[in-house]
């Protein structure tokens, strides 16, 4: 969705009777296990920069279906559903361009490919990035990528990981592979490790995370938790231990339960530990340590060798879609984490001289 969807989405309802054709904007079928929650809210965690209000005045003009009949937003979406937003206007098209960009494929065979992401590359075309993208490269390095109804526009995509986020992703080459290992993702069968490193010295060696994830009611771009009895967010489970200890800061393990956007990021900000140099949830700034000058360059100087969150999917674990085989992939740092790490191991030893 971009800046002119937005605006158009307002002029829902005053112009729909005028249209001569409706255009789907959005389609979106509803998991097999998914319980009963308004479409609202259904769709509010699944698209970014659409808020409740402008999503009530789609379902009041009729452009909300289900199943191909018009629904409220009140309408409680079940297993299975077939939803679509039309709107009267075309959606602006953002083609998908192969792209001659250098990726790093770790394994491959017929049926998937684990690619090892690089930092500050987004993973598919959106507002703002329309080229450049891990997707515009492997459309290119690879002749035809299947694709899911639920992430239109995005071949071979069984998950993501965020712009400065590095590490591993599963792509699925063929539409056996894609169903197989979308399932496996919502059964949460799939074995997921990333490292980071948060502000802070955590209190305990292991711990959980819980707490239902959405966007932001003061600002759509980013994530926050909300309380259990509140009915907005969904459900997501952090688990992580420590690995090593810098004092100011703690480099842990963490093992996601739940693939919510931005899931560790938002968790660790919740508990007062936002990741190191995390630009959306306070991270580039100083949290915790001395007030001395030295310590605040040594700071920005660390900061200079990360473009962003300091966060790595490091190891993948799969069930193969054709063999039943299980299949487990681990990637190293990359250099400006471990630089990152060995700056703060110098410091941490150094510090009381």
Not at 138 to 165: M, S
Not at 184 to 193: E, H, L
Request: a negative charge; hydrophobic letters at 35%; glycine letters at 6%.
């Amino acid at each position: 969705m971009n800046d002119d969807d937005e605006l158009a989405f307002d002029e829902v309802g005053a112009n729909e009777n005028e249209a001569d054709e409706l255009y789907e904007h959005h389609h979106l079928i509803a998991d097999v296990g998914q319980d009963a929650v308004r479409i609202d809210k259904f769709l509010m965690d699944r698209i970014p920069n659409v808020s409740r209000t402008r999503l009530q005045k789609i379902a009041s003009s009729n452009n909300l279906i289900v199943n191909g009949q018009p629904v409220k937003s009140s309408y409680k979406v079940r297993a299975k559903d077939d939803i679509s937003i039309v709107l009267p206007y075309p959606v602006r098209e953002i083609k998908l361009l192969p792209e001659n960009i250098p990726i790093e494929i770790v394994y491959e065979d017929d049926e998937i490919a684990i690619v090892n992401k690089p930092s500050n590359m987004v993973v598919h075309p959106g507002y703002g990035n329309y080229t450049g993208t891990l997707l515009n490269a492997l459309v290119y390095h690879f002749e035809k990528l299947p694709q899911r109804p639920d992430y239109f526009g995005r071949p071979g995509l069984v998950h993501r990981l965020d712009k400065h986020t590095t590490g591993l992703l599963v792509i699925a080459k063929t539409e056996h592979a894609l169903t197989y290992l979308a399932k496996q993702f919502f059964d949460r069968t799939s074995d997921r490790r990333y490292y980071a490193l948060v502000w802070g010295d955590l209190k305990n060696e292991e711990g959980t995370i819980t707490g239902n994830i959405g966007r932001s009611l003061k600002n759509r771009k980013v994530f926050q938790v909300f309380p259990d009895d509140e009915e907005r967010g969904r459900h997501a489970v952090t688990h992580y231990k420590v690995i090593e200890r810098f004092g100011y800061v703690t480099l842990v393990e963490c093992k996601l339960e739940t693939g919510r956007t931005h899931q560790i990021r938002v968790h660790f900000n919740h508990i007062g530990h936002p990741l190191f140099h995390d630009l959306e949830y306070g991270g580039d700034k100083i949290i915790k340590g001395t007030t001395f000058t030295k310590y605040k360059q040594f700071i920005e100087n660390a900061f200079k060798l990360l473009p962003g969150q300091a966060l790595h999917a490091k190891t993948l674990g799969i069930i193969h879609p054709t063999t039943g085989e299980w299949k487990h992939f681990d990637s190293d740092l990359p250099q400006d984490f471990v630089n990152v790490l060995e700056k703060w191991r110098n410091y941490s030893l150094n510090k009381h001289d």
